[in-house]
């Protein structure tokens, strides 16, 4: 599955959009890849767009796996950092909803799950004009 991610410094957050097939293995790669940026810092909220997967190739056995490394990922994000996730469709917002139960306690993150784009702006503090640009720039 392709991912892309754009980091805004600015706006303290990490924007990652997921299209195609979902699998564990791109989430992880595409995390450790968006950690290691130079712009990166710890406080940044994340932001996982699935509004374009079009298939999850992933079980439960997998999830767990990713959420066992979001864990040991911790110490290069600041407790209680927001991680949203904007899933549009109710198979992703089911999958994530998975996903957030096993985050639950195990990792450093404040998991969201949300509908749209404005809802996740809220969540991160985003005012909505300045969430537009970062769209543009991202699309």
């Not at 979902?22 to 450790?32: A, G, M, N, P, V």
């Not at 997967?53 to 959420?67: E, K, P």
Request: glycine letters at 2%; one cysteine or more; hydrophobic letters at 40%.
């Amino acid at each position: 599955m392709p991912v892309c991610y754009q980091i805004y410094s600015a706006q303290q957050c990490i924007v990652f959009r997921k299209y195609g097939t979902y699998t564990t293995q791109d989430c992880r790669t595409s995390t450790k890849s968006a950690l290691a940026e130079p712009n990166y810092l710890p406080q940044m909220a994340q932001i996982y767009d699935l509004s374009d997967v079009t298939d999850f190739d992933a079980n439960f056995a997998q999830i767990s796996s990713l959420v066992t490394f979001l864990g040991e990922i911790s110490s290069q994000v600041d407790q209680n950092t927001p991680l949203v996730i904007i899933a549009p469709k109710d198979i992703q917002f089911g999958m994530a909803r998975m996903f957030q139960q096993l985050m639950d306690g195990r990792t450093p993150f404040d998991v969201h799950l949300v509908r749209n784009w404005a809802e996740a702006a809220k969540i991160v503090d985003l005012p909505p004009e300045r969430f537009q640009e970062m769209l543009k720039i991202s699309a």
